[in-house]
């Protein structure tokens, strides 16, 4: 079966990088796969949310993926909370995973940071809640910018040991899918630094609601170098030479950037832009990023108005959702001789 599950933490400010090494994805796989789209506010907790603004931020995903371009009659988008499943499946999983494979997931260690100790342990488990989020549909295929990798490793590693463990062929190898040429972008003030949520400077990442002006001001703004484009010299057999990008880290974040955003190759950006002054070539960013998101940003605020329209959505496709999930844990019931019907 070719089943697709992905998942977006309500955490506030969606940017760029969602929307290129994600959310502009699940999109596109729509009609090739059935797809289930899940905001996944089980996930959020694991660090403190304020209650209020994670039920907006709740909304504001759903509506980053309508305004994408989701089409809520035939992909299943809904929040995680709502389908029980996930916390099931959860539990039972964590009783598979092994503490050594939680110690190397290194988003724990980034977001726990040096105050470990103090961390919830949710934070610590999350990758067996991702799992679980994925299995109880038993998704073959998970579209994800490159930072997931790591924790759909996990995931296979998890399927295969449940699967060894009771000696059963019950959980697919998922696949991950690491999709466009954007696949991990970079922030605006630090080519070296990952766009995301959590910096604290605005500057560094291109919101999907920033305006025209907001859009324009962070490209300009946004850290270059001295010289002037590079040519496609810098590819060997279509991917970037290592050292290139080590040594301009936020020319080609741009450039992968503009790659994404007109669906070029890299290798096509390069040699439009050969030889251009950072100035010229930001002016032509600008351009195209206001073409492709603004209009989303746009249909994002007026999606936002309408809570009630976006709510209904979400609970129409909890039950869906819940349909497919139900059975899948009556079975690994079954195989772990819990008793019941
Ligand atoms: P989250 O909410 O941090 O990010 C959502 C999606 O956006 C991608 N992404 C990026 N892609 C490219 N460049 C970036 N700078 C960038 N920043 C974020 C992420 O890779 C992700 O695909 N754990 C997940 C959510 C999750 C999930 C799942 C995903 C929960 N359960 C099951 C897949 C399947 C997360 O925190 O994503």
Redesign the pocket.
Known sequence: MRRV???????GD??????????RNFVDLQEEYECLY?V?DL??ITVWQDPIKLAANTRE?AASFLASGIDPKNSIMFN?SQVPAHAELSWILSCVSRIGWLNRMT?FKDKAGKNRENASVGLYV??N???A??LAYK?SH???????KQ??EL?RDIATKFNNDFSVEFFPVVEPL?LGE??????LRDGKA????SDPSDNS?INLTDGTDEIVQKIRKARTDPDVLPGPEVLIEGDLKTEDQNKRPEAFNLLSIYSALSRQSLEETLKQFQGMQFSSFKDELADLSIAKLAPIGEEMQRLMADPGYVDNILQEGAIRANNIAQPILKEVHQIIGFLGK
């Open positions: 599950f992905s998942g977006v933490q309500p955490t969606l940017h760029l990088g969602n929307y290129l090494g994600a959310i899940c996944v996930h959020a995903v995680q988003q999350y990758p809640l991702m799992a989020d994925i998704a998970v579209p994800v910018g490159e930072d997931q924790h759909l995931t690491i954007a696949t991990r972008v970079m922030s990952k766009m995301s949520k990442r």
